[in-house]
């Protein structure tokens, strides 16, 4: 089986990429690291645990993805936990992403935080590990390109389009299967090409607009005893058929970055591993669901800060084959891939903690009052009583 990486095409070395989102200000305020501290506490008892404890272990799924990554080669059962968490880790955050972004619209106030809070992020985080990766891999003509996401930042790109894009699916009338026939249509198209990442975003798009259709209730459904129970035999089971898929299934499907000829699959395959991935990434996220605890635990602050940890820890990612981290070849045993697994979930924790959030909170959430017109004071309709009913009058019988 040739062994394809989720990298774009200009990159050399490192990590398959995946990816996190940052909640809408609109659902799910985050609190600003210049915030006052009785603010910013009145903002974190207003957060639902939940979320932020699905995106703190989704984080960490990915980071200790990305470290497996060296690793694969040499250990089928890293190569089968890793088609395990790359079936479902990116669904779940874009599912997240959808829901919290179910309130979007063209407002003002919230396409400036679309803009400051995904627009300049990614611009920021593009020409960053552009220039690192020039730096790294001594390739001072690799060009800096917006048009061609790299590594991460891929990500925020499609975010940031899907978002622009939520108030269309509100008034679509089978959102969720329309969003699959485009991403099965995007399977059959080589011809897409590499720019703007298209192929992911269009693959990943069914996945962004069932957030945006799913309520509350429905994350109620998944977290039922039943299903928690249920959870545990689904992910086994999920594990033993990844073991025996490694060396019969082509990888890069999972990473949703090609059309089905480029992976060397006819054209209708494209349409059928659609279907059956979106399937799949359902009942393994769903299980996901079911296991995040609902209370407010040590990490659950963390989940505040995953954005932060996302982007930072990629340069970690990058720096590891580079640097010759994964020379040593006690590494590629058992102990040494629970080693580098912990080492992964410790380093993306702390990159997802308040100190790294302030530092770099100058690209990733800046306030840039100066590029932006001042927005009039909004009007509050005014209160209006309602109108005193006169008791009916009653004429008095005539005898």
Known sequence: MTQITDQ???????????????????????????????????????????????????????????????????????????IVVYAFHMPAFIIISGYFSRSFDFRPDRVRRLITGIAVPYIVFEVAYSLFHRWTDNDPDMPVSLLDPWYLTWFLLALFVWRMSAPLWRVVRWPVPTALLIAALATTSPEIGDDLDLQRLLQFLPFFVLGLRLRPEHFQLVRRRAVRIAAVPVFAGTVVFAYWAVTRMNMAWFFHRA???????????????????????????????????????????????????????????????????????????????????LVAAVAVTLLCTKPFQRIFRFALEPEMAWAFKKEPPRREPPNREPLKQEPEKREPAKS
């Open 8 to 82: 774009p095409a200009r990159s050399v070395s490192g990590a398959a990429t995946a990816g996190t989102a940052k909640d809408s200000a609109e659902s799910v305020a985050e609190p600003s690291a210049g915030a006052a501290p009785g603010e910013a506490a009145r903002t974190a008892r207003s957060r639902d645990a939940f979320f932020d404890n699905a995106k703190y272990l989704a984080i960490v799924l990915v980071a200790v993805a990305h470290a497996w990554e060296p690793l694969r080669s040499d250990s089928r059962a890293v190569s089968a936990l890793y």
């Open 259 to 341: 059309s089905a000829q480029e992976l060397g699959a006819p054209w209708w395959a494209g349409v059928l591993m659609t279907f059956a991935l979106f399937g799949c990434a359902l009942v393994l996220t769903a299980c996901f669901f079911a296991l995040v605890p609902g209370r407010r635990l040590w990490f659950t602050a963390l989940g505040a800060g995953t954005l932060c940890g996302y982007l930072l820890h990629g340069f970690l990612a990058q720096s590891a084959g580079t640097w010759g981290w994964y020379d040593h070849g006690w590494l590629y045993g058992p102990a040494g891939a629970v080693f580098v697994s």
